[in-house]
Nanobody
Framework: QVALVESGGGSVQTGGSLRLSCAAS????????MAWFRQATGKEREGVGI???????FIMDSMKGRFTISRDNDKNVVYLQMSNLKPEDTAKYYC???????????????????WGPGTQVTVSP
């Protein structure tokens, strides 16, 4: 059974750091398009970044320099390292996957067909 489970969320102060994990089962992260999204209360889900099968990464401009994505193929886990966090980063963070070729926008939620339940990140002023 294919599943994604995020962990590592929590509450931090402005300027703090968190590392989120996305543990995958039933699909190898090294052979899958893996992405991170976030959704703040009352807002649409927005893309954070993606790690390609090649291990190259893409991070949205607003988070570039503060967020990085990596993976551990042996553990079958994808990470989102977040630093210098700001209150506007407060959201529920989701891991998403697409095993087939991407047929939509890199950061369009509809491009991905496997989702985790999410983990909450709260950044206080």
């Amino acid at each position: 059974q294919v599943a994604l489970v995020e962990s590592g969320g929590g509450s931090v102060q402005t300027g703090g750091s968190l590392r989120l994990s996305c543990a995958a089962s039933g699909l190898p992260v090294g052979e899958t398009w893996m992405a991170w999204f976030r959704q703040a209360t009352g807002k649409e889900r927005e893309g954070v970044g993606i790690i390609y099968k090649s291990c190259d990464t893409f991070i949205m401009d607003s988070m570039k320099g503060r967020f990085t994505i990596s993976r551990d193929n042996d553990k079958n886990v994808v990470y989102l390292q977040m630093s210098n966090l700001k209150p506007e980063d407060t959201a529920k963070y989701y891991c998403a996957a697409q095993r087939d070729e991407l047929r939509g926008g890199l950061m369009a939620p509809s491009t991905y067909n496997i989702w985790g339940p999410g983990t909450q990140v709260t950044v206080s002023p």
